[in-house]
């Protein structure tokens, strides 16, 4: 039987990130994409000009929905945008209990934009970071959520440290930030494990955290372990990037079916 995959997370009208990437993503690896739109965002690739987030009431009744009916194999979560949400959310999943629950923080949009008011951190990490199996912040992130500054690989090791003491059974920072090897650090069940790849030099990344998670939570979906299905993951981004469409002024967006189209 196919396999289902839930994203919780915001509408990118662009198609670069948000509900739209994950949804390419979850198509592209051959899993059955489903969503829970949280928030609407009006973006390009250059900007963020409006938000406005869904009612609680909205949020709820979306995952019920997709629970009474269909289920999951795995839930990706991304931008929450208020507490309201984030209260609906980890309701949610506490009701439902899905299997893999993949959290990508997402609080900064490409250009700086915030799309997560940050006095609502508190509640982010009472409430929603436990529940997850991974989380996967980005550098600024993980510095968001574990309070502390990150310059080097110990650094990251030591914020992800601290984000899984809140509960969560990993944690995976992204170091795409950094200017030199983009190593990515795992931190599970009080073992480090890291992910080097090539620094791209590419202004096409708008969505690669988006495409990431989603592309973690179909992995696991289909039966991955962590580690593996994390390996699977950055190798699908990295395709997305190499053959990015060059569609966009700003970020530019991926492309998600470059393993069925390539550069055409």
């Known amino acids: 039987m196919m396999k289902k995959v ?18 390419k993503t979850m198509s592209a690896l051959g899993v059955f994409g489903m969503s829970v ?15 406005e987030n869904m009612s609680g009431e ?42 893999h629950i993949v959290f990508d923080p997402v609080m900064y949009a490409k250009n700086g934009y915030p799309l997560m008011p940050e006095d609502t951190m508190r509640t982010l990490m009472k409430e929603v970071v436990p529940l997850a199996d991974v ?3 980005n550098i600024p992130e993980a510095e ?13 090791v030591r914020a992800a440290m601290k984000i899984a003491a809140t509960g969560c059974r990993a944690v995976l920072v992204k170091g795409g930030h950094r200017t030199d090897e983009a190593t990515d650090i795992l931190y599970a069940g009080g073992e480090v494990t ?7 030099e590419s202004k096409d990344t708008h969505g690669t955290g988006c495409t990431l998670s989603s592309a973690i939570a179909s992995y696991l ?39 069925w189209y390539g550069d055409e």
């Not at 839930?6 to 949804?23: F, H, M, P, Y």
């Not at 968001?144 to 990251?156: K, P, R, S, T, V």
């Not at 991955?224 to 966009?248: D, F, M, N, Q």
């Open 37 to 51: 739109i949280v928030s609407v965002v009006a973006e390009n690739t250059m900007r963020v000009a409006a938000v």
């Open 144 to 156: 968001f959520l574990a309070q502390c500054a990150i310059h080097n690989e110990d650094d990251m």
């Open 221 to 259: 979906a289909l039966g991955e372990e962590l580690e593996r299905a994390i390996s699977l993951a950055k190798e699908y981004v990295t395709g997305c990037i190499v053959h990015a469409p060059g569609i966009g002024k700003g970020n530019g967006a991926l492309h998600h079916f470059w393993r």
């Open 58 to 99: 909205m949020t709820r009744a979306q995952m019920a929905c997709i629970f009474e009916d269909m289920g999951t194999d795995a839930v990706k979560i991304g931008m929450l945008g208020s507490e309201e949400i984030m209260h609906a959310v980890a309701d949610g999943l506490q009701a439902y209990v899905p299997r």
């Open 194 to 200: 890291r992910f080097t790849g090539r620094h791209i």
């Open 135 to 137: 989380v996967t912040p």
């Open 6 to 23: 839930l994203t919780i997370a915001g509408s990118d009208c662009s198609g670069g990130a948000g509900i739209q990437a994950d949804l």
